[in-house]
DNA sequence: GCTTGACCTTCCCACCATGGGAAACCCCAT
DNA sequence: ATGGGGTTTCCCATGGTGGGAAGGTCAAGC
């Protein structure tokens, strides 16, 4: 199997199966004497693996992780769920965060007469945030505009 | 006001205050003959609003049509609020993304025994998936690792 | 005046995960 | 043998942010 049957059979892109092999997440795949990435039904395994672990929002550094939990025999369950809470306790944290700015700025937008004249106070907490703090403190980061959501080089699609 | 006053005043780091002039979100500052950048109490109310809308979790390209209504005296205040809304809508948007990953996963997590032996649902499932689509189909990327919260260069802190 | 330390300048590099594209090569079917 | 589609490596871009080096500047204290 080449490298575009498996990215087709596993989700994972080609580039990305690459950019996995460089960065040591997956070991070196096989070549052939041209020097073509060979891919075996296990490999496409474990490129599902990650594909699905990825769409649980698991960075790569999780990843690896997880795949050494997966592929120890001796693992203790009790490590992965660790991992597994430690992971939804970070996700939740950024839900606050995007909660904390989503409500915010409703309650803004609510004030805001959205008519064809000037004043608005929207840009007047921009300018000069109220006291009742209405904007929050901590910074959280933009919105990493949702990455093109659904799979780019899935399974045929 | 040298950059580094501005950027104390405005909770902006320099850096981030030199890389917005080079985008174009900011105009170019003022010099001195030696070629330090001179910034007035405008140029930190133009910094300071940059970073409360940053803080609300707006791109920069948001910021530059925000900051173009903050500047236009005759904009109209629904053109704010649809900006906003929209900002909002791409929040709750990612919520339910994070949301969906964040359950799914704490029902795995429930299932886990948690112990030292290996047999672990959250494994399984990642392995291959149940038929019930436990692992959303989607993707929505990784945690971005929290940005280092709290104002890296703010207000003599 | 001279030194020292804090500041400023530009330039390059790194992060993370992903895609785009070029130049070259390979394989298979007609 | 030719063409089309696969593959290889390599470089570049994204977005926002920081780190750091090499060199110029300024102000305070001696």
Redesign the pocket.
Known sequence: ???????RASG??????????D?GLIPP?A????????YAEQDVHMLRF?RRA?DLG??????RELLGLWRDRDRHSADVKRLALAHVAELRQKIRELEDMASTLETLAECCHGNDRPDCPILSELEAPGADGAVPAK?A?????L??TG???GPRS
């Open positions: 199997m080449n490298i575009g049957d498996a990215a994972v892109s080609a580039k990305m199966i690459r950019y996995y092999e960065t795949a070549r052939t004497a041209a020097g073509y990435r060979v990650i990825r698991f960075s790569v550094e999780g990843i910074r980061g933009a919105i990493k505009a990455p093109a799979r780019r080089q």
